[in-house]
């Protein structure tokens, strides 16, 4: 609908014509969990047009109901399920994408989440019930696990992998997970579902998941049955390989959103990045490329936010994993930052991580959790990346300052900050490397305070306050491997600089006892 509507501003005697199998168009989908939840009340809300009101306002013709079955490329016709027969000048693919069903027993009783039509079979099912399981712990899985919670349900999450949110590093989802456990959320990982039956979920060792109700969030996958029937290319990411105008690899017929494959940002390859924004900028790039006007798609990020129990969770660019598995020398950061200046009331810690390629200084990614402030900090990170901007340049963003929304040092400038720190020599080490660094022998010493300390310290570790540090640091003499440490990585930091310049060999474990506790939890 951005396309049809876009090209009609663009073009007020083109014959538009919008086909659709379901039976709306232009709806809210990433609404939908929140109509289950009761957050959003009103179903209406959910329908943002009509065809009539479409036809109205743009005289766009626009069937609902409407399936097409086959393209005839060299006729320019598509025909659809009644056997009508359509001309085309150009065509365009929006399939969408369809929900992830796998070959267990039983599957066809679980209900998926992808079209008003989803939402009202779930708002039926889940009425009067009392429990229910999701399948799958990805951004849909997870916004329905709270929803049903809103409505009271008993709610468990069933996750294949070893974490929810995959877009997420480990020590990052553990946050997330924490906060859906203490809102009543059962959430089991590496638990494969084998079999669906009408009194619930059984596992592959063989425990038995009670459920009223059963919902299928596993992933979705490109809705490209019409483009193969019409021998349009297929990208190895089983998504529409198209050029950067959108046009498959015939030049009359366009493809975009969830179908259509879209290029990295760091490697310029086929990725699939099912999101809104991404659909809705390429419907108004087609409708530009067909009405004449030379543009282009941009490379894509992917980012996306995700909010649960008034935790939000977001992510842009590549995590850890993928940057090291795709080669990279990375630079890692952690910071625990406050949402806004501490002394103002309702500040709250912002949890972040950055991902910087050490060779070039490059952002390779970001994600950040926490409470309030997310969403502002994610786009920011996100428009320096696609500007070009290095890490080290987030120390020079002038960013707006008040109490209530910021602090006159950003998180984001104190992750610039620490990336120079960095590029200037300083060590850090990363809390899934501790183990084994000490295994082999290395000190540490953790400079928080001796209350802090006795609530909760890593085994093994010595506790020097780093106010006491400057007197005690004989204390260290011979150490050959030393880490200190903090509550965030802040003091540590500090002793760390304080160390050095008294000769030592010393390194800064990233992002403090916070972050090794979020990674350890995980573990």
Not at 125 to 139: D, L, N, P, R
Not at 203 to 218: C, P, R, S, W
Not at 363 to 392: E, S
Not at 475 to 497: K, P, T, W
């Amino acid at each position: 609908m951005s396309t049809a509507t876009r090209l009609r501003r663009n073009d007020e005697h083109r014959d538009i014509i919008v086909l659709e199998a379901s039976g709306h168009v232009s709806f809210a989908n990433c609404g939908l969990p929140y109509h289950v939840g009761g957050v959003i009340p009103e179903r209406s809300d959910l329908l943002l047009q009509t065809p009539q009101s479409l036809k109205e306002r743009f005289n766009i013709d626009v069937r609902i109901n409407t399936r097409a079955v086959s393209i005839d490329r060299e006729a320019q016709t598509v025909t659809t399920q009644s056997g009508e027969v359509i001309h085309y000048d150009e065509l365009v693919l929006s399939p969408g994408a369809a929900p992830f069903l796998p070959p267990i027993a039983g599957i066809e009783q679980a209900l998926t989440l992808r079209t008003v039509e989803d939402v009202d079979a779930i708002v039926a099912a889940v009425e009067g019930m009392a429990s229910a399981v999701i399948i799958g712990g990805g951004f849909i899985g997870l916004e329905m696990a709270e929803n049903l919670r809103h409505r009271g349900m008993r709610t468990t999450l069933v996750e294949a992998g070893p974490q929810i949110m995959g877009p997420l590093d480990t020590e990052m989802a553990q946050i997330v997970a924490t906060r859906m456990a203490d809102n009543g959320v059962d959430i089991h990982t590496n638990a494969e579902a084998t079999a669906i039956t009408e009194h619930g979920v059984t596992l592959a060792d063989g425990q038995v998941l009670a459920a009223d109700v059963v919902i299928a969030a596993i992933g979705v996958r490109p809705a490209t049955d019409l483009a193969k029937a019409a021998g349009l290319e297929i990208s190895g990411t089983g998504g529409i390989t198209v050029d950067r105008q959108q046009r498959t690899s015939d030049p009359r017929i366009f493809a975009l959103g969830d179908a259509a494959a879209k290029k990295d940002i760091h490697t310029g390859e086929d990725a699939l990045v099912p999101l809104a924004q991404t659909a809705n900028r390429h419907g108004r790039l087609v409708a530009d490329v067909i009405a004449g006007r030379d543009t282009t798609a941009k490379p894509v990020l992917g980012t996306a936010i995700v909010g649960l129990f008034g935790l939000a969770a977001a992510s842009t660019g590549w995590n850890e994993r993928r940057a090291r598995k795709e080669g990279y020398n990375v630079r890692i950061i952690h910071l625990h930052p406050a949402s806004h200046a501490g002394y103002y009331p309702g500040a709250s810690q912002l949890h972040m991580k950055l991902v910087v390629d050490a060779d070039t200084d490059a952002i390779l990614g970001a994600q950040i959790v926490g409470d309030n402030g997310v969403d502002k900090r994610i786009d920011i990170i996100a428009t320096a990346m696609r500007a070009g901007l290095t890490a080290t340049d987030l120390a020079d963003l002038e960013l707006a300052y008040a109490p209530q929304f910021g602090s006159a040092k950003d998180p984001i400038n104190f992750a610039g900050f620490i990336n120079d720190n960095l590029v200037r020599g300083e060590r850090t080490v990363q809390w899934h490397e501790l183990d084994a660094r000490m295994t082999a022998g290395a000190t540490l010493v953790d400079v928080r305070t001796a209350a802090e300390f006795s609530n909760g310290a890593i085994p093994g570790a010595i506790n020097i306050p780093l106010d006491e540090l400057r007197e005690r640091h004989t204390e260290l003499a011979g150490a050959d491997d030393l880490i200190v440490h903090c509550q965030v990585g802040l003091r540590g930091h500090n002793a760390a600089r304080l160390l050095t310049n008294l000769g030592y060999t010393v390194a800064n474990l990233d992002g403090g006892y916070v972050t090794w506790t979020h990674g350890k939890q995980a573990k």
